[in-house]
């Protein structure tokens, strides 16, 4: 696998064309590569979010990636060059599969939907520790048909405004 991602692709940034609207779902995606809110992804952090996707990358494999992805030579990839690479990547899309993906991360069951525990759990993974009233908000304010828990879609329109 993660030859496969090494081996694809021109990640050039002159060559992909960034959506505000991809940039702001990129943020999300960078989020959970970015374990410790540094502003970076060190190999570490790759290596974690791939481990949780069911991979199991030698060290070198990672350290491969990192280098392929880091135009600056920091050893780390920035968020600039994440958004490149993801374009690259993903080639033109609108940045559904992207969303998807990141809603997946917090519906870890799949069941199709993200509630008060799951949120709380996974920002939890993720270094953050909101109340239980700041989590309820959230959900609430996605909550659009008032059933307690976000759908897709509702997730899509909580990332939208929180990013607005």
Do not use: W
């Not at 690259?88 to 990141?102: D, F, T």
């Amino acid at each position: 696998m993660a030859d496969e991602v090494v081996a694809k692709g021109n990640f050039a940034a002159k060559d992909a064309e960034i959506t505000p609207e991809m940039k702001e779902q990129y943020k999300v995606v960078f989020a959970e590569f970015d374990a410790d809110g540094g502003g970076s992804i060190d190999t570490a952090e790759v290596k974690a979010v791939m481990m949780r996707l069911g991979q199991h990358p030698t060290d070198e494999e990672v350290q491969a990636i990192v280098d392929r992805f880091d135009a600056d030579g920091s050893g780390s990839i920035e968020f600039e060059e994440f958004c490149q690479m993801m374009s690259a990547q993903m080639g033109r899309s609108s940045g559904e599969e992207l969303m998807a993906e990141a809603f997946r991360f917090f519906d870890q069951d799949n069941e199709g939907f993200i509630d008060v525990a799951k949120l709380r759990v996974r920002l939890r993974e993720l270094g953050e520790d909101p109340d239980d009233a700041t989590i309820q908000s959230m959900v609430d304010a996605a909550d659009h048909d008032g059933g307690g828990k976000m759908t897709l879609d509702e997730f899509r329109d909580l990332v939208t405004m929180i990013n607005a």
